[in-house]
Each structure stands twice: as structure tokens, then as C-alpha cells.
């Protein structure tokens, strides 16, 4: 049962809503048998009591009541007769306002009954379906990024940083003002001895602040017995740390009034409420992107980063833990299971992942320890087994790579006084002890299992959210860094970086029982690069376990803006369940592909002609001219005014941005019959010129011997016949790319597409909602926009052979969606498919095409765009396993 099922049903529930009937519809709703609903219905036991009762053993145990609602089902939460069924939901109603309770996420609903339809989502298990839910931001987080971004902000109007050097003493400057303000409010130093001493032994113009913090720094750095004789008290009061963090002599800001003021706020927060994965949200909040170093700060919030952690490994854990919640044996081994595990972030930036890894796993050791002596005749007294050893990862950036291995230390010591809360015992705090297997290394460049080596017996999790650039975007460096990690790996120059990572994973983990989970950008999923890269990574006996589908990942960092991201596992093949995450919704899947489709592993190759019985579709024609064949409206209005015999030898020139954009352009479209004439004319004479020494100059040969027709286009592609034009670019926001018809009279140029001769209901296929499902999932996308090509966007999709009687009715709505344009003539087609403005007679003539496309695969309407692609794979798959192409 799909999402749109159930919320369809529900609306047909309120609709004809019935109270004797009510919890049984509801059932019904959400899939449940009828014979079980039947069963219910006719059963003494489970139909409604005369208290108003129903139970369904694992599923739900509802009532009916009058009044007291909430003081009911607060009672019925802990009562036997209940939690003896375990059912997954309470339900108390009085069929005005119903309430409901989650027993295993704990999340409660409160809503008039007749409401429900907007709440489809809370009562997805009862048809098998997980709503995926995650952390929230912690406000403590948030409110320290922004304070200090104001002193950043402060800081910069009375110092300059331009140097590097000048950045990295800032940067060593914040990590230990976060360390300080960390260690007063969690007991490491005296409460608010840091803060206060600023207070009461500085100027409050700030104009000493830089000459006390100095000295305060290396007082941290001088062990209590080395510390000069005449030292003041009040700098005796503060410990000995160590650990490198205050070795280093760095200059310090000037400080004034207000940044002074600032820092004193700043220490009334609440620091023992602040995660120590902050310190990554804090150095990309307060440091400019001009002054930030390549490839560093790769801060990401902690509900992201759990929507790695659970799937990869948390809830596997947590899943064993209620397993083995009865036998103190079962619950040892799992300790010791978790005292053995490697957590292995190789773009760890300033230790995000690693820090949450870390503080999730001392959080169910502790559930762990509490329920061994709860089964045990006497306590434990074990203290944590996990280690910070048991925690590697790679940065290229040693400021970051200092910041990671600090900020696990702060996690170590934030985990300590919590496991002291629970158990009254844990381990000294100073001085500052190896903060984990943090390497400086560029991570494309080393062996991974010289950073994290593999031993018999071993259970490794990699995971991160390495650098992201695309091909384009790639450095120098970069570029150089793909060439090592894919060597011979024909067309790996198309790949973006990120997949440097997926590859070394996919080899770290090869033949073990290791899984891996990485952030990416959609692209390596899409397009060119799923056929450049998965089958060098699928090909290794691994399989996709887990992935999510499109999102936006943002954090608290300051201006923070978010990038749409896919989330995908590895492990070794496995006949393990699959989930697909899709809008916060986890889904049971037979497979992924690298597609992220539920679907056979198939990759989707370019062709050089249609898989299904469609015409042959071609780029426009490529002047490579310098721009000296082209016409803007003024040039060509100048022209054909002061040579009206010129006008012959002018076209229409349209290519992606001009046909969209409604924009004016003209060509000089001369053939070697008409070549004389245009040499006769001084101003075209000159443009042609222009042209041959354009290609002459040239660094390719191909463009050099095309210097010798200068007057002609590069490549020609032009038939004199009317044609459909075809975006190669198109905004990803547009529900449709918008295509249209040409006449002979026009050029299109090679920024789009071409199709010649072409009869009106192939324009139907291109632009319904089928074909555009199939170019977002194999078309990929030019940064922000999607990118549609013929060799694998049209050739490659599978459209069934079709009756003349249903080209005529698609021709029809062809002719509609045309009719509704027209209606709107004064607009752009970029103003007709704003997806904010689309008119509403244009939305719903091309909802009546997307109807009668639909209908030529099945009669059976689909309900999701994933199903879409899961019929379009298939067919595909069918298709070229009888064409012999793939």
C-alpha cells in the first residue's frame, strides 16, 4: 500500500465518517485485511466492549470515552491490561477529538478526529511503514554559533586578518576560547573561574585583554610545579592542560569595549548544554568564506548526521540490545561487541560524525551497564570500555585535524560526567590525553588501512560528508587527486570529487564484514556518472543496503545555506532487508540500484539511437565562430536595412536560454551557392573574416581545418523542415522542460536538442510527466539545472508501441497545451512554467497528457514517481535485453 492510498483512504474515512465503524475503517485505511477486520468485527474478544474498547494484539488498543481524555491515556500508557498486548498504538476518542500514542517513538497526536487526513503520516506503521525521525537541533547549539559569530563580527571591525598566519592564530584563538568556556561549566575548571577572571582582572575597554590572555595561555601550558614563584593566586587557581592545545605562541586580536562585553556574554551560556561537534558549526559560522582555508570545516548538525549513524550501525544496535535485554550474558557480549568496534571518518573535517559516533555508542553502553546490574544481585562497578582509540579519521587541514582531535577529548570528558550521573564513578579529566586516531593526511592520497588498519575480527564503519566539488568545479589539486584514485577508469574526468571517497570504500570494505555510508551530491547517481562510476563499485560483490533519496542538508552554521544531498550505504552483498529513505519515510525494498530505485542493478548506457519507435533526435548545429555569424535584433535590423538583399541570407537562431527566455537572435546562414553574395556585402565579408582567424587561432586541428569554410557553421545539422526544439538545460524547479515547434526558418543551436519531421504526439512523449521522471533519474544535472541529452535522456527511454489512435488523442492534447500557451502569449515560456505562476489552464492541460501517456504503459494510474521509475527500469531492462543493447 502506497502513502497516496492511505491518504486517499482516509479522506473516503471522514467523508463518510461513522462512529459504529469508525477504528475498523481506520484499519482498513491503513491496509489491513479484510478477513482480519472481519474477524474483529464478529470476534467476542476483539470487537468494541461495552467499555468501549478494542485491542489488536501488536497493533493498537483503542477506546472510547467521554471525557478526560488526556487523563486516560496517560493511565492506559502504563496499565498491564494494556502493555501486556503490546500494542503499537493507544487510541482514546471521543469521535470529536481523538488522542494517540506511539508506544515504540514515544510521540503523542492530539487532533479533532475529522483532522486526521493531515496527519497521515503518525499511523504509517499500522500499514508497515516507518516515519524516520530524527534529533532536533539543540537550541543551547544555536544560541552559542551566533554569539559567537557576533564576536567574530566585532573582532573584525579593529584587526585585519589577511595573512595566513593571521587566520591561524584567529583560529587557535576560538579553539581555546571554546575550550575555556567548555571546561568552566563542566568541572574541569572551577565553575565560571574563567569567565569571572576576565571580569575582574581586565580593563573593561578591553585594551589588556590580549596581554592577560596571553598569559593566562601559558599558565595553561606550565604544569603547577614549574610555575614561576611570584605567579598571582588567581592564575594559580586555574588547572595545568596540556595536550598542545596552549604550546603554541600565537598573536591575539585587539580587543575593545563591545568584544570584551561580548566574550563576557558568552561565558553566561549554558556550555555544559553545548554538543563539542559546535566547534566545527562555530568555525564555519564565524570564519568568512574568504578567509577560510580549501577544503575545510565540513560541519554538519546532528540530525543529519544521524540519519547515517541509525541506519549504518545505531539501530542494528539498539535492535540487539532489546534482543538481549532479559540475559545478562547476551547483554556482556554486546559490551564487549561495542568495546571492539572502529568508527573510520576519512573526511572528518573537525570530527562531526566521529563526535556523535562516539557520544551515541556511550549512551547505549550505559543503557547496557544499568540493565546488567539491574539483572545482576550485585553492581557491576565496570567503568566505559569505549575508547577513543577505537575512533580514525583523515583531514587534510591540521587546524581542523587539531579541532577534531580536541573536540573528541571534549565529548570523552562530557560522557564521563554523564556516566559519573549514572554510575557515581569515571575517569580523571586532565591532563588532556590523546583525542583518537585523527591523521593530517589527504585522504585520496594515503591507504586507508594504514590509518585504520583491518584485523581479524573487526566490525569498521566508514562514514562522512567528504568535499563535494563537481568536474568543473574541480582545482588544479583536485583534478590531480582524481587521476591517482582512478587511474586507468575510463571518463573518471566527468566525476565529481565526492566519488574519490565512494571508490576507496568501496575497496576498503571489499570481501569483509564492514559497511560504509557517505554524503553526496545527487549527481553521481544520475547521468554519465552512474555509468562511469557504479560499476566499478557494484562489480566488487557489494550492494547498496540503505539509501536516502533528495534532501536538503543544512546546519546552524551562520548564513548556512542548504544543499540538496543523497545519503548512501555499502556493504558487502547480503540477503539482508534494504531500506529506501524517501521525504523522512523509510521503506522496505527488494533492491537499490544506482539510480536509487527500487530496481535490478542496471545501468542506463548512452545510445546513438532511440531504444523505443521514436525519431531520431540530434543537437543543433554549432557555429564555433567567435560569435561573428550571429545577429542580435539591432544588428540585424541595421543590415537588411541598409542591404535589403541581405535578408536571404538571415535565420531565426534559437538555441536552450533564447527559446525559453523568448530572446531575439539571428544568424548568417550562407551556403556555398549563396557564398559569393555574402562576400559581396563589406559588413558580412568582415564577419566572415573574423570568423577564419577565430578558428585559425584555435588549439584544436578539427577547428583549424575548419578555417577554410568560414563562412559556414562548424557543425551542421539543419534539415529544412520544421522541427521541435528541445532544452539541454532547464531549470529543476520546472515540473516540465519546456519544448516547442520551430519552423524551417529557424536554426537551433547546439544548447539544445533537435527533432526533425517529427509528427506532433512525440512532442506528448517528451513532455509528460513519464518521460521527465526518466531524465531527472538518468539525465543528471548542470550544477542547479537539469541537463537533457538525446544519447541518454531520449534514446534510452522506453516507451511502448502505440496505436494511431492514441497518437491522435496525445496530438490533441498536444494541440491543447499549445492553445493554453497562446493564451498567454505576452509571457515567456520560463514565466509559463515558474512552477509558483504556471497558469491554471496549462497546469491542467498538461495533466490530461500526463493521464493518456500513463495510460499507453498501463491502464492502472501510478501513484508516486518511484513507482513510475520502478515500471520505466523494468521496462528498460526488457526492452534492451531484446534489443541487445545496453
Not at 158 to 174: A, G, M, P, Q, Y
Not at 210 to 226: G, P
Not at 737 to 758: E, H, K, Q, W
Amino acid at each position: 500500500m502506497t502513502i497516496i492510498e492511505i491518504e486517499n483512504n482516509l479522506n473516503i474515512l471522514v467523508a463518510n465518517f461513522d462512529k459504529e465503524s469508525f477504528i475498523f475503517d481506520l484499519l482498513l485505511a491503513h491496509g489491513s485485511p479484510k478477513s482480519t477486520i472481519k474477524r474483529l468485527e464478529g470476534s467476542d474478544h476483539d470487537r468494541l466492549s461495552s467499555d468501549g474498547e478494542l485491542i489488536l494484539r501488536k497493533k493498537l488498543f483503542f477506546k472510547v470515552a467521554d471525557k478526560n481524555l488526556h487523563e486516560i491515556i496517560d493511565a492506559l500508557k502504563t496499565k498491564k491490561e494494556v502493555t501486556k498486548h503490546s500494542p503499537r498504538f493507544i487510541i482514546v476518542t471521543d469521535y470529536e477529538t481523538l488522542l494517540a500514542y506511539d508506544t515504540k517513538t514515544d510521540d503523542s497526536l492530539d487532533t479533532e478526529l475529522l483532522n486526521i487526513t493531515n496527519h497521515y503520516d503518525f499511523f504509517l506503521p499500522l500499514a508497515g511503514m516507518e516515519k524516520a525521525t530524527f534529533q532536533d537541533e539543540n537550541p543551547a547549539d544555536v544560541k552559542a554559533s551566533l554569539k559567537m559569530a557576533k564576536l567574530f563580527d566585532e573582532l573584525q571591525k579593529n584587526n585585519h586578518f589577511e595573512t595566513k598566519e593571521d587566520i591561524h592564530s584567529l583560529n587557535v584563538f576560538l579553539t581555546r576560547l571554546l575550550f575555556c568556556y567548555f571546561a568552566e561549566d563542566t568541572n574541569i575548571f572551577e565553575d565560571n573561574l574563567f569567565t569571572s577572571s576576565i571580569s575582574s582582572h581586565t580593563q573593561v575597554d578591553g585594551s589588556d585583554l590580549d596581554v592577560y590572555l596571553q598569559r593566562l595561555f601559558s599558565i595553561f601550558d606550565t604544569a603547577k610545579n614549574k610555575r614561576e614563584p611570584n605567579t598571582p593566586a588567581f592564575l594559580l587557581a586555574f588547572p595545568y592542560v596540556n595536550g598542545g592545545l596552549f604550546a603554541l605562541h600565537v598573536k591575539l586580536p585587539t580587543f575593545t569595549t563591545r568584544s570584551r562585553s561580548l566574550m563576557l556574554e558568552i561565558g553566561q551560556l549554558e556550555w555544559s548544554q553545548i554538543n563539542p561537534d559546535i566547534f566545527g558549526s562555530m568555525i564555519q559560522a564565524v570564519v568568512r568564506d574568504d578567509l577560510e582555508d580549501d577544503n575545510t570545516k565540513h560541519y554538519t548538525s546532528v540530525p543529519n548526521i544521524l540519519k547515517i549513524l541509525n541506519p549504518l550501525f545505531l539501530d542494528e544496535l539498539y535492535s540487539e540490545f532489546e534482543k538481549s535485554y532479559e540475559s545478562k550474558t547476551k547483554l556482556k557480549a554486546l559490551h564487549v561487541r561495542l568495546s571492539k568496534l572502529k568508527i573510520f571518518d576519512p573526511a572528518c573535517g573537525s570530527g562531526n560524525f566521529l563526535i556523535i559516533a562516539y557520544k551515541k555508542l556511550r549512551e547505549l553502553e550505559m543503557s547496557i551497564l544499568k540493565r546488567i546490574d539491574g539483572l545482576s544481585k550485585e553492581r557491576s562497578f565496570q567503568f566505559s570500555e569505549i575508547r577513543l582509540t577505537q575512533f580514525y579519521g583523515i583531514e587534510y587541514n591540521d587546524f581542523a585535524h587539531e579541532v577534531a582531535m580536541l573536540s573528541l577529548w571534549l565529548a570523552e570528558h562530557q560522557m564521563n560526567l554523564e556516566f559519573y550521573k549514572a554510575f557515581g564513578r569515571t575517569n580523571p579529566s586532565l591532563p588532556l590525553q590523546d583525542g583518537g586516531n585523527i591523521f593530517c593526511e589527504n585522504a585520496t592520497r594515503v591507504e586507508w588501512e594504514d590509518i585504520c588498519p583491518k584485523k581479524g575480527g573487526d566490525e569498521i564503519y566508514i562514514l562522512g560528508n567528504p568535499p563535494f566539488e563537481g568536474a568543473r568545479k574541480q582545482k588544479p589539486f583536485q583534478k590531480e587527486d582524481m587521476k591517482f584514485v582512478f587511474n586507468a577508469i575510463k571518463g573518471y574526468n566527468n566525476l565529481d570529487y565526492v566519488t574519490c571517497w565512494f571508490y576507496k570504500a568501496a575497496k576498503y570494505i571489499q570481501n569483509t564484514n564492514f559497511k560504509s555510508a557517505l554524503v553526496s551530491t545527487n549527481s553521481i547517481c544520475q547521468g554519465e556518472q552512474v555509468g562511469i562510476l557504479w560499476p566499478h563499485i557494484l562489480d566488487k560483490n557489494l550492494e547498496i543496503d540503505f539509501a536516502y533519496h533528495s534532501f536538503k542538508w543544512k546546519n546552524n552554521a551562520k548564513d548556512n545555506a542548504g544543499v540538496t544531498v543523497i545519503i548512501v550505504g555499502l556493504r558487502n552483498i547480503s540477503n539482508k532487508t534494504k531500506y529506501l529513505y524517501t521525504d523522512n519515510i523509510k521503506q522496505e525494498v527488494k533492491n537499490i540500484n544506482a539510480y536509487l530505485v527500487n530496481a535490478d542493478n542496471i545501468i542506463v548506457q548512452k545510445r546513438s539511437n532511440p531504444l523505443s519507435k521514436l525519431k531520431d533526435m540530434s543537437f543543433g548545429s554549432m557555429p564555433n565562430d567567435g560569435g561573428n555569424l550571429l545577429l542580435t535584433q539591432e544588428e540585424k535590423n541595421k543590415l537588411v536595412e541598409n542591404y535589403p538583399q541581405m535578408n536571404s541570407l538571415i535565420k531565426n537562431f534559437s538555441g536552450s536560454q533564447e527559446f525559453i527566455n523568448g530572446q531575439n537572435k539571428y544568424c548568417l546562414w550562407i551556403t556555398d551557392e549563396n557564398k559569393d553574395l555574402a562576400l559581396a556585402n563589406p559588413i558580412i565579408k568582415e564577419k566572415i573574416e573574423k570568423c577564419q582567424s577565430h578558428r585559425e587561432k584555435s588549439d584544436r586541428e578539427a577547428t583549424n581545418k575548419l578555417s577554410s569554410v568560414p563562412h559556414k557553421f562548424a557543425e551542421i545539422r539543419f534539415k529544412n523542415s520544421d522541427s521541435i526544439i528541445v532544452p539541454a538545460t532547464s531549470s529543476e524547479r520546472r515540473e516540465y522542460i519546456p519544448s516547442g515547434f520551430l519552423n524551417s526558418d529557424t536554426i537551433i543551436s547546439n544548447s539544445a536538442n533537435a527533432i526533425y519531421d517529427a509528427e506532433p504526439w512525440i512532442f506528448g512523449v517528451i513532455s509528460s510527466a513519464m518521460h521527465m521522471v526518466w531524465v531527472r533519474a538518468v539525465g543528471g544535472s548542470l550544477e542547479t539545472r537539469i541537463r537533457y541529452s538525446s544519447v541518454l535522456c531520449y534514446n534510452t527511454f522506453p516507451f511502448p508501441n502505440i496505436s494511431q489512435k492514441q497518437k491522435e488523442e496525445i496530438t490533441e492534447l498536444v494541440f491543447g497545451i499549445l492553445d493554453e500557451r497562446e493564451k498567454h502569449s505576452e509571457k515567456t515560456l520560463a514565466q509559463l512554467y515558474d512552477p509558483n505562476k504556471m497558469p491554471e489552464g496549462l497546469k491542467k492541460a498538461h495533466h490530461a497528457l500526463d493521464k493518456a501517456i500513463e495510460q499507453c504503459y498501463r491502464p492502472k494510474p501510478f501513484e508516486t514517481d518511484e513507482e513510475r521509475l520502478e515500471y520505466l527500469f523494468k521496462m528498460y531492462e526488457d526492452m534492451t535485453s531484446k534489443d541487445g543493447k545496453r
